[in-house]
């Protein structure tokens, strides 16, 4: 009996003498559960996968590096053949973070998937129609001509979106295209 006194007053002593707050980092937490997911989707366990995503985004729900989340979970829904999920999830990536050529890719892949590349053309077409400067939509035709295998249409498009955004990093992946339709 005295012997476990003894251990809850040393147990005691150390929580108050200890003299820090225990704190919960959302944003590591948010990155532990999507290494855990990444690790669980190349194991093949897709639905866990997906999990994991789904908590490291509400953990950390709209900062740049959620885009990687988003990213991941859309890939996935493209394992789980639920491409319209996967779309939705890699059109968030492209808005968190528009950065990243991958997400764009990833993006046009879905909707070939559904089955709605044409009408997703069809759509950027005319916001471009409306706004020729809206590089986002540029760069979607572009990437959707590539896929479509019109590589006339796909150079032109990626041009435009050279000429309205020179200086990103994301133009030299573009560049790199072009180099391939030639």
Same mark, same amino acid.
């Given at each position: 009996?005295?012997?476990?006194?003894? *251990? !809850?007053?040393? !147990?005691? #002593?150390?929580?108050? #003498?200890?003299? @820090?707050?225990?704190?919960? %980092? =959302?944003?590591?937490?948010?990155? +532990?559960?999507?290494?855990? @997911?990444?690790? !669980?989707? =190349? %194991?093949? *366990? *897709? =639905?866990? $996968?997906? +999990?994991?995503?789904? #908590?490291?985004?509400?953990?950390?729900? %709209?900062? $740049?590096?959620?885009a990687t989340f988003y990213n991941n979970l859309g890939l996935t829904y493209m394992h789980l053949h639920r491409y319209d999920w996967a779309a939705t999830s890699f059109e968030r990536a492209v808005n968190l973070n528009p950065n990243f050529l991958e997400y764009y890719r990833n993006l046009v892949i879905a909707y070939r998937a559904q089955n709605i590349i044409t009408q997703k053309v069809d759509k950027h077409i005319q916001i471009v129609k409306k706004n020729k400067n809206n590089s986002n939509s540029w760069l979607l035709l572009g990437l959707m001509y590539v896929e479509l295998k019109y590589d006339y249409d796909a150079r032109l498009c990626l041009k435009e979106f050279k000429k309205l955004e020179p200086d990103l990093l994301l133009t030299q992946g573009v560049d790199d295209i072009i180099n391939k339709l030639k």
């Amino acid at each position: 009996m005295k012997k476990n006194l003894k *251990y !809850l007053l040393i !147990l005691i #002593l150390l929580v108050f #003498l200890q003299g @820090g707050k225990f704190v919960i %980092d =959302a944003t590591k937490n948010a990155v +532990m559960h999507n290494e855990k @997911g990444v690790r !669980l989707m =190349a %194991d093949g *366990y *897709y =639905a866990a $996968a997906a +999990m994991e995503f789904k #908590l490291a985004i509400g953990l950390n729900p %709209d900062s $740049a590096a959620s885009a990687t989340f988003y990213n991941n979970l859309g890939l996935t829904y493209m394992h789980l053949h639920r491409y319209d999920w996967a779309a939705t999830s890699f059109e968030r990536a492209v808005n968190l973070n528009p950065n990243f050529l991958e997400y764009y890719r990833n993006l046009v892949i879905a909707y070939r998937a559904q089955n709605i590349i044409t009408q997703k053309v069809d759509k950027h077409i005319q916001i471009v129609k409306k706004n020729k400067n809206n590089s986002n939509s540029w760069l979607l035709l572009g990437l959707m001509y590539v896929e479509l295998k019109y590589d006339y249409d796909a150079r032109l498009c990626l041009k435009e979106f050279k000429k309205l955004e020179p200086d990103l990093l994301l133009t030299q992946g573009v560049d790199d295209i072009i180099n391939k339709l030639k």
